[in-house]
């Protein structure tokens, strides 16, 4: 079964810092990974979508990685702002027939003063 | 533009009502999705549309009625909807659809089912 897990489910921070947050995936074959903020009550965003050739992107503050060995992603944030503060979801595309994302569960992220 | 809207915002309707949400893109794509997202969990796939033909349905429930007029119109009637059924429903739209094409969501319907 595929299955995208998160971690850690949340996390608080001070504004200013550094964090990273995992995503570790088991969905076979791979297309691709993204990453998404979500706000509370508002649609996902995308940040980052990489391919299994890629293993680094950024977009701004945030900085993803990926592994596809070890089907392990990364998504770092610098300089933590207020505005960081939402639920960062990976949702992992596999290859072949069909367009189902799996999704994460989601980390949520706090980043206070 | 890169923007997708859903009307309404938010949304209160009884179990007998009929209502509709409506989403809409001018991006030129081909693909629109309804998504549901019940709170602190991931959006669950319900619908898929493909050059306006419905391509995938997840087993949804008849109550739920897909509609796709023209390509950058895509509408979910609502009818005889239970509690369980309040959640976040979110639409998305991508160039064509296929696993390597990136999503973009709207800010999705608040429903509450009275």
């Known amino acids: 079964k595929n299955q995208v897990e998160q971690s850690p489910q949340s996390l608080i921070i001070l504004e200013g810092k550094n964090c990273t947050l995992q995503?570790?995936?088991?969905?076979?074959?791979?297309?691709?990974l993204r990453w998404y903020k979500q706000d509370t009550g508002r649609g996902p965003v995308s940040l980052t979508i990489?391919?299994?050739?890629?293993n680094t992107k950024s977009n701004g503050r945030y900085t993803a990685t990926l592994d596809a060995d070890t089907k392990q992603s990364s998504l770092h944030i610098t300089a933590s702002q207020l505005s960081d503060s939402a639920s960062y979801i990976c949702?992992?595309?596999?290859?072949?027939?069909?367009?189902?994302?799996?999704f994460g569960t989601g980390t949520q992220l706090k980043v206070e003063l | 533009d890169t923007e997708v809207t859903q009307t309404p915002k938010h949304l209160v309707m009884g179990m007998t009502n009929k209502k509709s949400l409506k989403c809409e893109q001018h991006?030129?794509?081909?693909?629109m999705y309804w998504y549901k997202q019940k709170a602190k969990k991931p959006p669950e796939l319900m619908f898929v549309?493909?050059?306006?033909?419905?391509?995938i349905n997840e087993s949804v429930p008849s109550r739920f009625s897909p509609e796709c007029p023209n390509s950058s119109l895509l509408n979910l009637h609502l009818h005889a909807l239970q509690p369980e059924d309040s959640a976040l429903y979110l639409c998305?739209?991508?160039?064509?659809?296929?696993?390597?094409?990136?999503?973009?969501f709207g800010p999705g319907t608040r429903l509450t089912v009275t």
């Open positions: 991006m030129g794509h081909r693909a």
């Open positions: 949702v992992v595309s596999g290859a072949g027939g069909g367009n189902k994302l799996t």
């Open positions: 990489m391919t299994f050739s890629e």
């Open positions: 995503c570790n995936y088991t969905v076979s074959p791979f297309s691709n």
């Open positions: 549309y493909s050059y306006e033909k419905l391509s």
């Open positions: 998305a739209s991508s160039q064509v659809e296929g696993n390597s094409y990136e999503q973009y």
